[in-house]
């Protein structure tokens, strides 16, 4: 209990020493260990390295994960789920392709960020404890010089001597340790332009994708067109059953055929379906047309 005590009281009285060394330096009334100028060079490069490593993190982050109301390839998706419920039309199919593509684009470019991102939740984390470490021992430092300068008597100056040389073997390790650390920025900066590198290789590839989908699509959709508009009747499979919500349409039965025909300014999404006497609107979507 006594030893708890008294490691109690050194603690405390190491933390007020560095405290009102600290607040000495501040208001310029106690000299202050610099650090050598590479170390110091160092310490500023890693600051810059957090900041933009942080800056790129935010901006990957955009990318990986957008805004869930602006997302256009699950709304197309949506679109073509609402509109054609099947797995035989090509259209949803060029659909899936697309959200599939999104998915691929998933897992390599967050790996890389995550790596970026083990520099500040990792690295830059030690480098930060270390230097803390480092501060304290500079701090304890300069307390043990103002001590040996104060000491008046041989006894105080020898102890005080002991101490300055004890403090100051501790701060040059800890300098060193912390400036091998700082040195390893420098691969660090490597590692990062290629996970930037990745990430870039695989956007580019995500979008070449979905441009080459939305070609083929409207590759698809001009041949569909053209064909409605060469062809004034012909043959449709009907692919699900349809109930007519007016005298104007025409009542439909899963997988009978009918004959169809597009009419003038009835719009895209209707043809005009005939079956014996019978004729009136069906949706084209409800369609299979027949060469």
Known sequence: MDFDVKRLAAG?????SRAVQFTEEKLGQAEKTELDAHLENLIARAECTKEWTEKIMKQTEVLLQPNPNVRIEEF???????????RQNNHEQLGEAMIDSGHELGPGTAYGNALIK???EGDFRTIS?????LQNKRLDLDVAK??????????????????????????DRQAEITRLLLEG????????LHCLNDFV???TSYYAQCYQYMVDLQKQLGSFASM????HHQQARVLYDYDAAGSGELSLLADEVIVVSSVPGMGSDWMMGERGNQKGKVPITYLELLN
């Open 12 to 16: 405390a009285g190491t933390f007020l």
């Open 118 to 120: 083990n520099f500040i």
């Open 228 to 231: 409605l508009s060469s062809n």
């Open 146 to 171: 103002t001590r040996l300068k104060k000491a008046r008597v041989a006894e105080a100056r020898s102890a005080a001597e002991m101490e300055l040389r004890v403090t100051q073997s501790e701060f």
């Open 201 to 203: 290789e695989a956007q």
């Open 185 to 192: 920025v420098n691969s660090t900066h490597a590692h990062h």
């Open 129 to 133: 404890r270390e230097r803390k470490l």
């Open 76 to 86: 197309l998706y949506g679109k073509l789920e609402k509109q054609v419920p099947t």
